[in-house]
């Protein structure tokens, strides 16, 4: 049913034009950071997939490669995760038009965040703050701050 939800909404993106400053920066705030479900999204989401990607973390097909990874650079223990749903999925992100780690990977990737104030959420919605820690650890790949 989520799939089928997220397909449409990024079928009807394209008519859909946020008027007003407020409509316009609230847009420009979901795209940067925000919370897809339970998991990062927008560019800061599909940057950490594509770091994850390049450091050979994840497989291109959204794999895990190096669980010991995700317990260095995050306390991550992949094998704790819980198993009710997919450990790891792709999830394609509406505003940025590529993958971004969902599964329980991604809600643990998400409260990591959110634990070490790389990200804050808002009052007004789904988007997130990116901090200047979030900066230095999801934007330019220090994830061990």
């Not at 992949?78 to 505003?95: G, K, S």
């Amino acid at each position: 049913m989520a799939d089928a939800l997220e397909a449409l909404s990024r079928l009807a993106i394209g008519e859909a034009r946020p008027i007003g400053l407020r409509a316009v920066n609230g847009h420009a705030a979901l795209r940067e950071a925000r919370s897809c479900y339970d998991h990062l999204a927008g560019r800061v989401g599909v940057g950490l997939a594509d770091s994850l990607v390049e450091r050979g973390a994840l497989t291109e097909a959204f794999a895990i490669a190096d669980e010991t990874y995700f317990e260095r650079a995050f306390g991550i223990d992949v094998h704790a995760l819980p198993r009710r749903r997919a450990v790891v999925r792709a999830c394609v992100d509406w505003t940025e038009r590529r993958s971004h780690v969902a599964g329980a990977l991604g809600a643990a990737l998400l409260d990591v965040a959110l634990e070490r104030d790389w990200v804050r959420r808002r009052d007004d919605g789904r988007a997130l703050n990116l901090t200047a820690a979030g900066r230095a650890a999801l934007v330019n790949g220090e994830h061990t701050v």
